[in-house]
């Protein structure tokens, strides 16, 4: 969802020079039970079962609703007035560029999954600009409409198959409601892997769960 700032970001935070997590020994791969795929040539693997969450390429209609309600409030704050079904055009672009979403329809709770491949030419990135977009992520989430007294952390994660890989845990307030979230960002050439999870902690078995599937998550090349 956060995806397009990232990209646009990179090449500003590729100078930073703060300090990178030491790696994380990769541990032996647990038994992958779910395979679901990304792309024709990649699929993610957890060692449990998504039961209970809808793993789908469309986009729910409540996470649509949402995100076209702070579109609305980011062009009113820039006094640009729009319609409501244009709107919902640009809300539905946006979450358009990721492949995938796996969410609780009841509790709202949704994880989204987007793999961006290198453009033509452009060197692998290093693992201080993998933590370094990791860092700007939770800059990203700070700077959206709404959001508030955000507190986070980012850390080095071992991914299976993924050269680099780093998680950002945040909790936040969003118009004064609190909020988790999750997003482990990484590469596994020739993709740049986006993985992000918001939990508006209606069940609070959700989190737990949802920790436990990112942990145990794994690339999966064809």
Same mark, same amino acid.
């Given at each position: 969802?956060?995806?397009?700032?990232?990209?646009?970001?990179?090449?500003?935070?590729?100078?930073?020079?703060?300090?990178?997590?030491?790696?994380?020994?990769?541990?032996?791969?647990?038994?992958?039970?779910?395979?679901?795929?990304?792309?024709?040539?990649?699929?993610?693997?957890?060692?449990?079962?998504?039961?209970?969450?809808?793993?789908?390429?469309?986009?729910?209609?409540?996470?649509?609703?949402?995100?076209?309600?702070?579109?609305?409030?980011?062009?009113?704050?820039?006094?640009?007035?729009?319609?409501?079904?244009?709107?919902?055009?640009?809300?539905?672009?946006?979450?358009?560029?990721?492949?995938?979403?796996?969410?609780?329809?009841?509790?709202?709770?949704?994880?989204?999954?987007?793999?961006?491949?290198?453009?033509?030419?452009?060197?692998?990135?290093?693992? /201080?600009?993998?933590?370094?977009?990791? @860092?700007?992520? $939770? &800059?990203? +989430?700070?700077?959206? %409409?709404?959001?508030?007294? !955000?507190?986070?952390?980012?850390?080095?994660?071992?991914? /299976?198959?993924?050269?680099?890989?780093? @998680?950002?845990? $945040? &909790?936040? +307030?969003?118009?004064? %409601?609190?909020?988790?979230? !999750?997003?482990?960002?990484?590469?596994?050439?020739?993709?740049?892997?986006?993985?992000?999870?918001?939990?508006?902690?209606? &069940?609070?078995?959700?989190?737990?769960?949802?920790?436990?599937?990112?942990?145990?998550?794994?690339?999966?090349?064809?």
């Amino acid at each position: 969802m956060r995806k397009i700032l990232l990209l646009i970001a990179i090449a500003f935070v590729l100078a930073s020079c703060s300090t990178v997590p030491p790696p994380v020994v990769l541990s032996p791969p647990s038994a992958v039970v779910e395979v679901v795929e990304v792309t024709p040539d990649v699929s993610v693997g957890f060692s449990q079962k998504l039961d209970g969450w809808v793993v789908s390429a469309d986009v729910p209609a409540y996470l649509l609703e949402e995100t076209a309600h702070h579109i609305e409030h980011e062009l009113k704050h820039k006094g640009i007035t729009r319609s409501h079904d244009e709107i919902r055009d640009i809300a539905l672009k946006r979450l358009a560029a990721n492949e995938l979403f796996i969410y609780n329809a009841s509790s709202r709770a949704w994880i989204v999954i987007d793999f961006s491949p290198l453009r033509e030419g452009e060197e692998p990135p290093s693992r /201080q600009a993998v933590y370094n977009s990791a @860092r700007y992520a $939770a &800059d990203s +989430l700070a700077g959206e %409409e709404g959001v508030s007294d !955000v507190k986070h952390k980012v850390t080095a994660v071992a991914l /299976q198959s993924a050269e680099h890989a780093f @998680r950002l845990d $945040a &909790d936040y +307030l969003s118009h004064g %409601e609190k909020r988790k979230f !999750v997003g482990i960002i990484g590469f596994a050439n020739p993709y740049w892997v986006f993985v992000y999870y918001t939990d508006e902690l209606r &069940d609070p078995g959700d989190y737990m769960f949802v920790d436990a599937v990112l942990s145990s998550m794994t690339i999966v090349r064809k």
